[in-house]
């Protein structure tokens, strides 16, 4: 054994001292008698019985090894207690991982843990019983569908059938919580992640149970088949990615049943070794020598000093000689040490508990080798993190703090913190669990009965109108929630606890103080954070590293908690540097290779094109030069051939050469490392985590010879240095663009600890905080049945008892299930919804805007960004604004105003961004403008940004839809105009409302909350030039016309489905795509009021080169969509009858009031002779009719002349049935507008000549031939030639060029020019 200590040298071999012959008495350490009487105190005899001639014998170095081992012998028969009959197989007991298995498993490399890896997997233990009483234990880890129990080795199974599904295998199911033996019957109770199932057979009796948590869940199963070949292995059958691992003996049992042995024996013999040798390390800790006095002191061990007295030291020695060994089997760890040091920490105060933990620990690596320590160590920690998380829940939390307090202890030891973060924690163990708070899923068995005894739910108003008015709270139901809000308060107040603690254990993993004697705990835990990270992205890990999300949520937490308290304290330390509430990730960390961001997507796309593309400006920006040499080799991107290395280059390299080799203090030549040129580096995402750059510093502009070239390390090759930088580098702020100050925010290490929190929230935080809520769901969902039940109650006559019987027994059972779901509520509140954990939220959203906005300062170098930094801001958002309220709401943090108007000019800004290529997360973006623009608050907050950044945004939402996604940019318009146009205040569909108007389930829009401030931008803009008008609004007609005929050709097939006699189902795909396309024809139309409305001139001023030509088109297209929809007994009003699930949204209302409001718009408002323009345009068109115009009114015919509008019949849609959505005033315009078509049209009748078939428009025959076509000569009306000309310019019929388009009037039988093509 190597020197422990100075002036001592230790051997394991011996420990025996060397005698001076001439002083054959001595001891050399202490008196004789007071040595005696000390070795005879600490290795007194187990037994209380007098002590024998042997054990009066003098004690001394000499003789202790030979007493030592007098006492640890251990009788043959204690040595092999429990070795019996019945049972057959290895000693050692693992899941058979060779043969007895079923369709694909991951198994554990101590084959005692096993994830499903497909549909039912099956596995079975290598041992087996055939009499006797037995018992295992499985540790659930999900709670997912999993069948435990027992099988024969003639099972057979398959993919759909596992134990309990055959004769002779029986299971328990505490997922469906049933019990199988080919049949299955309800059974037990339902099990969670962190449960354990005790499986016991009684071989004896012939009978089969089962423990959840050591309760038993009674007898499963009796008269067993027993008898000659009839043995039963322990099995499992898991579906996929559930997981679970097995105790068959070699860990101490957490629920040891009386009676029953597990199948694995314990190391009974070490067991009593390793208790005899505690014991006389108690001892030692527990006495202490007085050299002075010549006498043993007793004294607390919690103030136990070594003191660096020989004696004591070489005791321990002896000691550990046989314990060391001992304690590297898992079994001795937990049954022996864990239970030592958990006593050992009820002692004393909290601080003489540390001291005492500290001590041990100091020995421990004092005496053991170091590959003992280790082993040690590890299984310490294992058995530490099994006890935590599959410790029951009990009210005050009282076991988890309990193994989280010792936890804290061993990691405030550096020594072993420090071995432990580079070998174990992240490496063997998965730590995170140590940051979980588990659900629990039973209330009762968590005694949140006793914490919340009073329970209460939120009573929620949906219907239509009420949503601004509270309803007034009854006194009772005031107390109701008082009382339960001061239960939540208890829980959370035990809750906090716990996650102190956890706060406490991770800043011991980020201590970067106790960097003494090698590296700070702070860069280990980076280093294995970033794997962990990497891990987890994108689902690079397999399935037994992935860490789950429900862990990831809590971890995140406590990981903020932590590097807020570091930052923080850093700030006082220096006042230059930034606080938390200022934090952000500089731009260069993005593009200067120092964080490795894997393969997760930037936003300009991948680094290989980014770095290739944007050289010249990280050159000329970020003074960061790339060698294309290197990087090839670094990256195994294939350069172009012909891209050659310029002669400037080229000498700008060789002149770096000598500085180079200076400045990383080596000698000339400088040799090429290794690492650069191995294959096994070469991804094509990685930048410059392996990549040689050069950077010259940005303080003043230096001439070429002054740059320095420096090389950066992969993550695990980093140092301190390389992190936080020295006087000749930045570290991680390599880099700096001109438009970052030079003062750094923090540490550089808290920097990176701080984006790796950001991409841990996109990983799967976000995901599992939309998951959360579905306990707010249900607990609305059985509120409303609860209170409709109850309804049903007071209406339900006296008379009928059988009724009343059944709704009370309804009643009694939404009432326990609310009781239930209430509790559970306060617990997801208190760990995942609280204040503090919003503010967390919170505070990531304002990191990604300000990181953003530093970012979008760097110009092309903002490509850089990795794109789940505007995913983070956009879901953070959306998960403060949709997650957390009702108890908490978004306007009562700080700075709320603030952060929506910067969120407002991030989407603003990027929405439309030519520097973001990805396709997913504009998509992302325009989803979450298009969601932002509906609500006041903060769509206020869009109106508060700079009005250039406003006209910005109109322009982009304005330009042309043809080659983009054009849906979501028009529903921004349309919200934009939700308000303002005819008949659309609604909040929910009105048809809907009048055929169920009970149904408090039918879907709500949001409350509408027009901007007039944007309508005018819009209205200035589309009066700017002469195209900007035209392009957007032939786009919106061409989309509007593609949206309505495919509608209209789904319908038809849908139709014809529902027609066939044979039974047939409509696929609701088909269903969902038709109900968009009637939603996208609604809201293009609601496009065109708002346009009409806003800019009137655009279809009605003639001396606009394009109006004529718009305004046909418009009047066209509404007067097909008036004829589909109006026709009596049409296509449309059949499967409008049908009422087919999925098409709740197709219905007359909503198209037609937005083909009213422009058809008013045009036809009533404004001057006379706009108003003759266009009443003159839509009669025109050959497909208008005005029976469609009277259908709006519920009228089958026009009126006569002069006559007044005859009462609407019911049975047939009309405006006026909808006086609640549609006002007085709206219908008056609609009768003004039917009444002036009315005359119209009858006068036009009246005054139109017979016209032959030679002068019609050979291409409409509608209109007269009006227009000829140059040169050659062909003829048509000019509605047909301008709209044909818009895409092309070939002439219809001998597919000329048309230079020139002439009037043509028969009559005169000559041509004017009138347009040039």
């Known amino acids: 054994m190597a020197s422990k200590g100075p002036g001592t040298s230790l051997s394991r071999k011996s420990y025996r001292l060397t005698s001076d012959a001439e002083k054959p008495r001595a001891t050399g350490i202490v008196h004789e008698k007071l040595l005696n009487d000390y070795l005879h105190r600490i290795f007194s005899s187990p037994d209380a019985v007098a002590p024998t001639a042997v054990s009066r014998k003098s004690l001394n170095f000499q003789n202790l090894p030979e007493h030592l081992d007098q006492l640890l012998q251990v009788d043959e028969g204690e040595e092999s207690q429990g070795h019996g009959d019945g049972r057959l197989g290895p000693s050692t007991v693992v899941l058979d991982h060779t043969g007895g298995f079923e369709g694909l498993l991951l198994v554990d490399d101590d084959l005692l843990g096993v994830i499903g890896h497909s549909n039912f997997g099956t596995i079975r233990s290598t041992t087996c019983v055939y009499k006797g009483k037995w018992v295992y234990e499985v540790l659930i880890s999900s709670q997912g569908l999993m069948q435990i129990g027992w099988c024969t080795i003639n099972c057979r199974f398959n993919q759909e059938e596992g134990v309990g599904d055959t004769h002779n295998s029986y299971a328990y199911d505490g997922n469906r919580v049933r019990k199988w033996n080919v049949t299955t019957t309800n059974y037990g109770k339902a099990w969670a992640a962190g449960d354990i199932v005790s499986c016991l057979i009684d071989l004896d009796d012939g009978t089969l149970s089962f423990c959840l948590n050591g309760v038993s869940l009674g007898t499963a199963f009796e008269n067993l088949s027993r008898g000659l070949g009839m043995a039963y292995f322990p099995a499992i059958s898991l579906s996929f990615k559930e997981s679970v691992a097995f105790n068959f003996g070699s860990r101490p049992l957490r629920y040891p049943v009386a009676g029953f042995r597990p199948l694995q024996d314990p190391p009974c013999a070490d067991l009593v070794r390793a208790q005899r040798l505690l014991g006389c390390f108690r001892a030692v800790l527990g006495v202490e020598l007085d050299v002075m006095e010549g006498r043993l002191v007793e004294k607390e061990s919690s103030q136990w000093q070594p003191r660096g007295q020989p004696t004591v030291l070489l005791t321990l020695a002896h000691i550990f000689h046989h314990f060391a060994p001992l304690l590297r089997k898992v079994y001795l760890v937990e049954a022996v040490l864990v239970s030592f040091l958990l006593d050992a920490l009820e002692q004393g105060t909290p601080a003489q508990a540390q001291y005492m933990v500290h001590q041990v620990l100091d020995l421990l690596w004092l005496f053991m080798e170091d590959y003992e320590i280790q082993d040690c160590l590890k299984q310490l920690m294992m058995s530490l993190l099994r006890l935590y998380r599959f410790s029951p829940i009990v009210p005050d939390l009282g076991l988890q703090v309990h193994y989280l307090r010792l936890t804290m202890s061993i990691l405030r030891h550096e020594k072993s913190r420090k071995f432990l973060l580079s070998n174990v924690l992240f490496d063997v163990l998965r730590s995170v669990v140590f940051f979980y708070i588990k659900s629990p899923l039973r209330v009762e068995e968590a005694g949140l009965q006793e914490l919340i005894p009073t329970t209460w739910w939120p009573h929620r108003s949906s219907r239509e109108g009420r949503e601004g008015e509270e309803e007034e709270e009854p006194t009772e139901g005031r107390l109701r929630r008082r009382a339960y809000e001061r239960g939540c308060q208890r829980l959370k107040k035990h809750i906090g606890v716990v996650e102190e603690l956890q706060v406490q254990i991770l800043k011991l993993l980020l201590d970067n103080k106790d960097g003494n004697g090698g590296e700070a705990s702070r860069y280990i835990f980076l280093s294995k954070f970033r794997k962990f990270l990497q891990e987890n992205a994108s689902g690079r890990g397999s399935a037994p590293v992935l860490c789950p999300p429900e862990y990831m949520v809590c971890f995140l937490h406590r990981l903020i908690s932590a590097l807020r308290s570091y930052w923080d304290e850093h700030k006082a330390a220096d006042p230059l540097s930034s606080s938390s509430e200022e934090a952000y990730i500089p731009p260069q960390i993005f593009y200067n290779g120092k964080v490795d961001y894997f393969d997760l997507q930037r936003l300009g796309g991948l680094l290989s094109h980014l770095r290739k593309t944007l050289k010249d400006d990280l050159a000329s920006k970020a003074n960061i030069v790339i060698d294309p040499l290197e990087l090839q080799a670094a990256t195994m991107d294939d350069l172009d051939e012909d891209e050659e290395p310029s002669p400037s280059a080229a000498q700008v390299r060789q002149s770096l050469r000598p500085l180079q080799a200076l400045a990383m203090g080596a000698a000339l030549p400088l040799p090429r490392p290794g690492w650069l040129s191995s294959p096994t580096l070469g991804r094509a995402n990685r930048f410059l985590s392996t990549a040689a750059v050069s950077l010259m510093t940005p303080r003043r502009p230096l001439s070429t010879s002054e740059k320095v070239k420096v090389r950066t390390l992969s993550v695990e090759q980093r140092t301190r240095e390389d992190i936080e930088g020295s006087h000749w580098n930045e570290g991680l702020l390599l880099g700096r663009p001109p438009e970052e100050p030079e003062q750094p925010l923090t540490e550089n290490s808290l920097l990176e600890v701080l984006d790796g929190a950001v991409m841990m929230y996109n990983l799967g935080v976000h995901q599992q905080l939309g998951k959360m809520v579905g306990v707010s769901d249900d607990v609305s969902e059985y509120a409303m049945a609860l209170r409709d039940t109850e309804d049903k109650l007071r209406r339900c006559p006296r008379r009928r008892k059988d009724i009343l019987a059944e709704l009370t027994k309804s009643q009694k059972v939404f009432s326990e299930k609310l009781d239930l779901l209430s509790r559970r509520l306060a617990w997801v509140h208190a760990t995942v919804y609280s204040q503090e954990k919003m503010l967390d939220i919170y505070w990531l959203l304002r990191v990604c805007l300000r990181t953003i906005e530093h970012s979008d300062r760097t110009g092309a170098l903002f490509a850089f960004v990795p794109e789940f930094y505007l995913s983070v801001a956009i879901n953070s958002y959306s998960a403060l604004k949709n997650y957390f309220g009702p108890v908490h709401s978004m306007e009562e943090l700080p700075g709320y105003e603030e952060t929506l108007t910067r969120l407002a000019a991030v989407l603003v800004k990027h929405f439309a961004d030519t520097r973001i290529v990805g396709t997913d997360i504009r998509d992302s973006l325009m989803q979450a403008l298009a969601s932002y623009v509906c609500y006041p608050h903060s769509l206020r907050a ?84 002469p195209d900007v008008a035209p392009s957007f609004l032939n786009s919106v007609l061409n989309q509007l016309n593609w949206a309505f005929s495919e509608f209209i050709g789904m319908i038809q097939e849908i139709q014809q489905a529902a027609e066939r006699l044979e039974r047939n189902f409509v696929d609701s795909r088909q269903l969902k795509v038709c109900a968009t396309c009637f939603d996208l024809s609604v809201s293009l139309l609601r496009v065109l009021e708002m346009t009409i409305t806003l800019v009137p001139e655009i279809f009605l001023d003639w001396a606009r080169p394009t109006s004529e030509m718009l305004l046909r088109r418009l009047a066209q297209l509404l007067n097909q969509v008036l004829n589909r929809v109006t026709a009596e007994r049409n296509l449309f009003d059949r499967v409008v009858t049908l ?69 609407p019949d019911r049975k047939r849609f009309s405006l006026q049935s ?38 019609l428009c050979p291409i409409c025959y509608a209109h007269p031939i009006s227009a000829v076509f140059q040169p050659c000569g062909h003829k048509s009306c000019k509605a047909c030639i301008n709209q044909h000309l818009m895409n092309n310019k070939d002439c219809f019929f001998c597919k000329a060029t048309i230079v020139a388009v002439e009037d043509w009037d028969k009559a005169a039988g000559v041509s004017t020019t009138s347009s040039a093509a």
């Open 1139 to 1207: 009422r087919l699930p999925g098409l709740e949204s197709v219905d007359h209302y909503p198209i037609l009031v937005a083909v009213t409001g422009i058809l008013v718009r045009l036809l009533v408002h404004g001057p006379a002779s706009e108003i003759e323009r266009a009443t003159s345009v839509l009669l025109a068109d050959p497909c208008f009719q005005l029976r469609s115009i009277c259908y709006l009114l519920g009228q089958p015919e026009p009126p006569a002349p002069g006559t007044a509008l005859p009462a």
């Open 942 to 1025: 869009v109106e508060r940004i700079p009005e250039e950044q406003r006209v910005a945004m109109v322009r982009s939402l304005l330009a042309p839809y043809e080659q983009r996604p054009w849906a979501q940019t028009n529903w921004i318009l349309v919200r934009l105009w939700r308000g303002c146009g005819f008949g659309y205040r609604y909040t929910r569909l009105p048809h809907l409302l009048k055929t169920k108007p009970e149904d408090a389930n039918l879907p709500s829009l949001q409350k509408p909350c027009p901007s007039t401030l944007l309508q005018q931008h819009m209205a200035d803009l589309l009066r700017q030039g």
């Open 1218 to 1255: 909808y006086a609640d959505y549609i006002s007085a005033e709206e219908l008056a315009q609609v009768e003004r507008m039917l009444a002036h078509l009315s005359a119209a049209s009858a006068q036009a009748a009246a005054a139109s000549l017979p016209t032959s078939e030679e002068d």
